[in-house]
Structure formats: structure tokens, C-alpha cells
């Protein structure tokens, strides 16, 4: 059987920096509050006419730097994102066009901020039945460009990024260990962004095609499920919670991850999160974790990885792995 490998990572963000004091210029709130709440000290912020698409080519291209990879025979590209440039065409076949791959098969994941393990299993299922040999799988989105920055229950969340990594046939062993996903609509209503529809099961929306957000029932529903499907993950691995070496769940908030931890008993200092750099970034934010792991030699080979993303729809999806990368071959 074909087997999937990690064959490279690399990440991006945008050099605009919003940090805790900007927005305290902006809306009723300041630093401590921001921190206290939430984590997040700063987040970065896409230029005006830099898109989505753009950020992954930078992830991309620091993937190529850094592992010394050639992108050209990419025969498929996935793009989690729910902020894409346009409706259409594709983020991911921009993606494509832009680093001069433009025939590898190409296509958009839309699962908010369970995008990015959407697309690792997509990927790692695809190189197995042998339909794929080399994956780009990205996670990106800017989701400044629908934040409303009057609302300071959501402007202090959010910030933009991008990372990749490559998975290619070749590896010696299975890549996930165990796997799963799971929705439930009935609660789409606490997160959405507005759009064309005025209602939702009956209930009318707000907003003016922005993110409007009900975090308490969000906080609520993460830190009850999450640290259910946790244990049910390590379970179908052979394994318990103790025995897993990482978790990286979904960015979103600080104060719900220390729940999760607290409540699946998971140590909180074995817990991987890029949001007090870079804010909620939703599909980006799982893969700027494992960068910034990487980065700090905080992953090493071997280990177990537990990804778990979660978010609006209301979505989840969770990706239990045994870590394995090459060294990169210059300097990040």
C-alpha cells in the first residue's frame, strides 16, 4: 500500500502588525482586557490588494527555501480557506498559476477552521489509492478582509496567514493513525459570516458580509465536544491522551484552549498555538503552529501529533499522526 509523508512546511504572514494598543485606538477596549479574554497580544493584517492566494504562494515559496523542493511535478493542490479571492476562480488554482504549476488538479476546502485537517486527510487518502503522488496542502485566510472593525467582540480576534505543507508518496508507514470529523448545523447560527441568505432555520441574520460570532455558545460547544473526540481519537489509535506528545487544536482562543486541556486533562505545556503572534487566523492557524514547532524544535521525529480543528458550521476534524520531516537545508 502507498503510503503519505511530510516532505516539507513552510508559512507565511503578512508584514502589518495590529497589535492590542491599534485597536485600542480603534474600539472601546485595551491590552489587559484583550489578554485577559483571549491571549492574543498581535495579529498580522493583509496589504489591501494582497489576497489569499498571495499569502500561500509566500508559504510556498519558504517551503521551497527552506527543504531545497521543487514544486513544478505538484500533480494536486488543496486550499483551506474560507476567504478565497474570489467565489471563483479557485484559490487553489491561483495558487497553481502563480507558482507555475498550473497543471496540477486544484481545489478549494471550505470548513472554516477545520479546513486545514480536512485537507490533510483529503491529501493523505488521495496518495494512498495512488490517484496522487505529490499534495500541496494549504491553510490560509485573510480574514481581515471580513472582520468588522467596529465590532470589538471580533475585530480583537482575527489576523491573517498562511501555511503549507507537502505530502508525496513514500512513507514507510500509515500517516494518520486515526482520524475523524463531524457537524452540526443546527448550530451554524453562533458563527457566520453574512451573505446573500436573510435567515437561518428561521432565525434572521445581522451583518453587513462580516463575521458575527455568539462566542459564549462557541466556548461552550468547543470545550465540551473537543475533549470528547480527543479521547475517542486516541482510542481508535491504541492509544490514551497521556501517551500523545502534541496537541494542536484551532487557534481561536486561548482562554478555550486551557479549557479543552483542562477538561481532557491533556498538559497545557504540550500544547501547540500561534494566536498570541498571529490571532485567530482560522484555516492557518493549525499550520503556523507546526511551523512555529518546527522552528523552536519543539517537534521531533517520532512523535504523536494530535491536530484538531473546530469552528463554523459548527464543524470539527481531527488528525492523529506519527511526526516525521526532513531537516530543512538552509535557514528558515
Known amino acids: 500500500?502507498?503510503?503519505?509523508?511530510?516532505?516539507?512546511?513552510?508559512?507565511?504572514?503578512?508584514?502589518?502588525?495590529?497589535?492590542?494598543?491599534?485597536?485600542?485606538?480603534?474600539?472601546?477596549?485595551?491590552?489587559?482586557?484583550?489578554?485577559?479574554?483571549?491571549?492574543?497580544?498581535?495579529r498580522r493584517i493583509a496589504a489591501e490588494h494582497e489576497f489569499t492566494s498571495d499569502l500561500c504562494v509566500r508559504a510556498a515559496l519558504d517551503l521551497m527555501e527552506r527543504y531545497r523542493i521543487r514544486l513544478d511535478d505538484v500533480d494536486h493542490i488543496i486550499a483551506c480557506t474560507n476567504t478565497p479571492d474570489y467565489p471563483f476562480p479557485s484559490a487553489a488554482s491561483q495558487i497553481g498559476s502563480k507558482l507555475g504549476i498550473p497543471a496540477a488538479g486544484a481545489v478549494d476546502v471550505n470548513a472554516t477552521c477545520a479546513g486545514f485537517v480536512h485537507g490533510i486527510q483529503l491529501a493523505s487518502a488521495l496518495i494512498s489509492s495512488g490517484m496522487y503522488r505529490k499534495i500541496l496542502v494549504f491553510g490560509s485566510d485573510t480574514m481581515s478582509k471580513i472582520t468588522d472593525y467596529t465590532d470589538r467582540s471580533t475585530c480583537i480576534l482575527f489576523g491573517d496567514g498562511a501555511g503549507v505543507i507537502l505530502l508525496e508518496a513514500g512513507g514507510e508507514q500509515e500517516l494518520l493513525l486515526a482520524h475523524s470529523s463531524h457537524s452540526d448545523g443546527t448550530g451554524g447560527i453562533h458563527v457566520y459570516r453574512s451573505g446573500l441568505s436573510g435567515s437561518m432555520d428561521g432565525k434572521e441574520l445581522q451583518g453587513n458580509g462580516c463575521i458575527v460570532q455568539n462566542g459564549r455558545e462557541v466556548y461552550r460547544w468547543a470545550v465540551t465536544e473537543v475533549p470528547k473526540a480527543m479521547a475517542r481519537l486516541a482510542a481508535a489509535a491504541g492509544l490514551n491522551l497521556a501517551e500523545i506528545d502534541r496537541f494542536v487544536p484551532h487557534s481561536a482562543n486561548l482562554r478555550i484552549i486551557e479549557s479543552i486541556c483542562e477538561k481532557s486533562g491533556f498538559p497545557?505545556?504540550?500544547?501547540?498555538?500561534?494566536?498570541?503572534?498571529?490571532?485567530?487566523?482560522?484555516?492557518?492557524?493549525?499550520?503556523?503552529?507546526?511551523?512555529?514547532?518546527?522552528?523552536?524544535?519543539?517537534?521531533?521525529?517520532?512523535?504523536?501529533?494530535?491536530l484538531y480543528g473546530f469552528g463554523a458550521g459548527l464543524v470539527q476534524a481531527g488528525a492523529l499522526l506519527r511526526w516525521s520531516l526532513p531537516e530543512a537545508r538552509s535557514e528558515a
Open 1 to 42: 500500500m502507498v503510503h503519505a509523508r511530510i516532505a516539507g512546511i513552510g508559512s507565511y504572514v503578512p508584514e502589518k502588525i495590529l497589535a492590542n494598543a491599534d485597536l485600542e485606538q480603534m474600539v472601546d477596549t485595551n491590552d489587559e482586557w484583550i489578554v485577559q479574554r483571549t491571549g492574543i497580544r498581535e
Open 268 to 306: 497545557l505545556e504540550r500544547t501547540l498555538y500561534s494566536l498570541v503572534r498571529y490571532g485567530n487566523t482560522s484555516a492557518a492557524s493549525i499550520p503556523l503552529s507546526l511551523d512555529l514547532a518546527v522552528k523552536e524544535n519543539r517537534l521531533t521525529e517520532g512523535q504523536t501529533v494530535l
